[in-house]
């Protein structure tokens, strides 16, 4: 998987250094959280992932949306991972630095086609209008939801884990 480690080891909010693949480390804002995986939760995971971006110098649009994506990749979870059974783990880790947030919605159930989430364009300019959208695409559009709103959008995986990763640029959001 490509998530960055923690050198601390600790989970929760404060200030770590955390490792980059260049080998260099930068001071990030970091904080980790275990859902159950049911529906009800995913608005609990919204909230938490809100008050983390506290600080952060984001304006209410871009928290609203970020609160959006992050309920939308906790659904697809409940959903394709765990079928909409309780009981199954479901983490959110947030970080942040100067230059971005970076948000994964993690499982360990039927894992996501990277593919599939990378081919699903943004927005929905391609699709059909007025009742012809009734007819298009069933699935897939809470990952153009979250590729709308997010700077980026991609799965990590290490083969027992799934990540959906969300980055939002923070450096365009500062004055």
Same mark, same amino acid.
């Given at each position: 998987? =490509? ?7 600790? &989970? ?16 990030? =804002?970091?904080?980790?959280? &275990?859902?159950?995986?049911? $529906? ?8 938490? +992932?809100?008050? *983390? ?11 609203? #949306? ?7 990749? *906790?659904?697809? &979870? !409940? ?5 909409? #059974? ?5 983490? !959110?880790?947030?970080? %942040?630095?100067?230059?971005? $947030?970076?948000?994964?919605?993690? #499982?360990?159930? &039927? ?12 927005? *929905?300019?391609? $699709?059909?209008?007025? $009742?012809? +959208? ?20 991609? +799965? ?11 980055? =939002?640029?923070? %450096? %365009? #959001?500062?004055?």
């Amino acid at each position: 998987m =490509k998530n960055r480690r923690r050198d601390d080891g600790a &989970v929760g909010v404060g200030e770590a250094r955390v490792s980059d693949r260049s080998g260099g480390s930068n001071p990030v =804002k970091a904080d980790a959280r &275990v859902f159950d995986s049911r $529906l009800e939760a995913a608005h609990e995971a919204a909230v938490y +992932v809100r008050a *983390f971006c506290d600080g952060l110098g984001l304006g209410e649009v871009d928290l609203s #949306q970020i609160e959006l994506c992050v309920y939308e990749a *906790f659904v697809n &979870v !409940v959903e394709h991972a765990y079928h909409k #059974q309780p009981g199954h783990e479901v983490m !959110v880790m947030t970080e %942040a630095d100067a230059g971005a $947030l970076r948000v994964r919605v993690c #499982q360990r159930g &039927v894992l996501p086609d990277a593919a599939l989430v990378a081919s699903i364009p943004a927005g *929905f300019d391609d $699709l059909p209008s007025g $009742l012809e +959208v009734l007819d298009c695409e069933p699935r897939g559009r809470g990952i153009r939801i979250i590729k709308s709103m997010m700077s980026d959008c991609e +799965v990590e995986s290490d083969g027992d884990t799934a990540c959906l990763l969300m980055t =939002k640029s923070l %450096a %365009a #959001q500062r004055p």
